[in-house]
């Protein structure tokens, strides 16, 4: 079935370093890809998404890229604040799954001053 | 605008007890989806109602029910509960379309002792 492998955390960064998180996947559909972001004690927050290939979502200095022909969908950020500490989680959605998300495991970012 | 509400926002249940959580949509969303996060694992996806039919169901016992009412709010039942149900119970609204942007609520942290 589908399914969403992301980089196992967690990622401790300086601020301002370069974020990179990465994200494949496997659907035998057209699947739309999502980035969301979890800060602590909260829900998920829709970051950015992409729903055919070579389209890029940003929102927020982040970036993504719907690449088909290495099924990824890796996730970046030039310069990186304390304020991005949180989970990130990547997902697809796939006409085959009625649209339901299927979640990656999750990767942790803790940002220092 | 109210986002996506849930409630309660924590609850305490014992092993075989019952629990009742609910959710209620942003205001025009007719699409309500149900899905489980335990701790450390991206969230997995339960059920999709949407116009007050279920029009998904993820790989979850049959312990597990839900239901969209007129206002399109929606109820999730987990019934004879077991301490592997402990978990962020995450509701999300969506408009219409099942590939419409899912926006998801705080979330009920069910705790079974």
């Known amino acids: 079935g589908d399914s969403v492998t992301q980089m196992e955390g967690p990622v401790t960064l300086s601020e301002e370093a370069f974020l990179t998180i990465n994200c494949t996947y496997t659907a035998t559909g057209y699947p739309s890809l999502f980035w969301y972001v979890q800060y602590p004690g909260e829900g998920l927050q829709l970051l950015l998404k992409?729903?055919?290939?070579?389209d890029k979502g940003s929102n927020k200095g982040f970036e993504a890229t719907y690449r088909k022909e290495t099924t990824s969908f890796h996730l970046e950020k030039g310069s990186v604040q304390v304020s991005d500490s949180a989970v990130y989680f990547c997902a697809l959605s796939d006409r085959g799954s009625q649209g339901n998300l299927i979640f990656g495991k999750g990767t942790k970012l803790s940002v220092k001053p | 605008d109210a986002g996506v509400t849930q409630s309660p926002t924590h609850l305490i249940k014992t092993r075989g007890q019952h629990v009742t959580l609910r959710c209620s949509p942003i205001?025009?969303?007719?699409?309500v989806s149900w899905y489980q996060q335990v701790l450390g694992q991206g969230p997995q996806f339960i059920f999709q109602?949407?116009?007050?039919?279920?029009?998904g169901r993820g790989n979850f016992p049959d312990r597990f029910s839900a239901r969209q009412f007129p206002n399109y709010s929606s109820e999730l039942n987990v019934n004879a509960l077991l301490l592997g149900d402990s978990a962020l119970y995450l509701c999300?609204?969506?408009?219409?379309?099942?590939?419409?942007?899912?926006?998801f609520g705080p979330g009920t942290r069910l705790t079974v002792l």
């Open positions: 992409a729903t055919k290939a070579d």
């Open positions: 109602y949407y116009e007050k039919e279920e029009r």
């Open positions: 999300a609204s969506s408009l219409v379309r099942q590939r419409d942007e899912q926006f």
């Open positions: 205001s025009g969303h007719k699409s």
